[in-house]
């Protein structure tokens, strides 16, 4: 976070003395001002759990993971139905990356549960279309199959079984 606090300083800094005349003790004095700005607001400003870690998230995982929607716990934006495109395009950030920067586990999913959800009945829903079209196509291109019926009697047959009478009384003669 520090680096990023140097990094942002430097940038505000040398934006501002691009557009004005500094001496190198006002570019000092500037960047130190900027940095303590910087740094305060840091570790008082929008972070909202005192003591949080740097870099730590906007939010709690459980908060940032609902069933309907998911939020992005590096800028706190809400309402995505997943994050991989988020996270790359505004974070630059591979879904890998952000699990590991917020121990996110391999078991949540960064897509709402329920998008996920209506996403895997769609594509079954499709696959039992497609399946269902393939076997009618497969029954429409061959002759009638052998007769269904006598097959399932053959595997409906009761396997005997495995475990033999115990101490079943023999005939006497
Ligand atoms: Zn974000």
Same mark, same amino acid.
């Given at each position: 976070?520090?680096?990023?606090?140097?990094?942002?300083?430097?940038?505000?800094?040398?934006?501002?003395?691009?557009?004005?005349?500094?001496?190198?003790?006002?570019?000092?004095?500037?960047?130190?001002?900027?940095?303590?700005?910087?740094?305060?607001?840091?570790?008082?400003?929008?972070?909202?759990?005192?003591?949080?870690?740097?870099?730590?998230?906007?939010?709690?995982?459980?908060?940032?993971?609902?069933?309907?929607?998911?939020?992005?716990?590096?800028?706190?934006?809400?309402?995505?139905?997943?994050?991989?495109?988020?996270?790359?395009?505004?974070?630059?950030?591979?879904?890998?990356?952000?699990?590991?920067?917020?121990?996110?586990?391999?078991?949540?999913?960064?897509?709402?549960?329920?998008?996920?959800?209506?996403?895997?009945?769609?594509?079954?829903?499709?696959?039992?279309?497609?399946?269902? %079209? +393939? &076997?009618? $196509?497969?029954?429409? #291109?061959? /002759?009638? !199959?052998?007769?269904? *019926?006598? @097959? %399932? +009697? &053959?595997? $409906?047959?009761?396997? #005997?079984? /495995?475990? !033999?009478?115990?101490? *079943?009384? @023999?005939? +006497? &003669?």
């Amino acid at each position: 976070m520090t680096a990023t606090l140097v990094e942002l300083t430097a940038s505000i800094v040398s934006s501002h003395a691009a557009g004005t005349e500094m001496s190198s003790d006002d570019l000092i004095q500037e960047i130190n001002k900027v940095y303590a700005t910087l740094k305060k607001l840091e570790t008082e400003g929008a972070i909202p759990e005192a003591g949080a870690a740097p870099g730590a998230p906007v939010m709690t995982i459980k908060k940032a993971f609902q069933n309907d929607q998911v939020c992005c716990l590096i800028c706190g934006k809400t309402g995505f139905k997943t994050l991989t495109r988020h996270l790359k395009q505004a974070h630059g950030l591979k879904p890998g990356q952000y699990r590991k920067q917020f121990n996110i586990p391999a078991s949540q999913s960064l897509t709402a549960k329920n998008y996920s959800e209506a996403r895997r009945k769609a594509a079954n829903e499709n696959n039992l279309a497609a399946n269902l %079209e +393939k &076997a009618r $196509a497969a029954r429409a #291109a061959k /002759k009638p !199959a052998a007769p269904k *019926a006598q @097959k %399932e +009697k &053959a595997a $409906a047959k009761p396997k #005997a079984p /495995k475990v !033999a009478k115990a101490r *079943a009384p @023999k005939a +006497k &003669a």
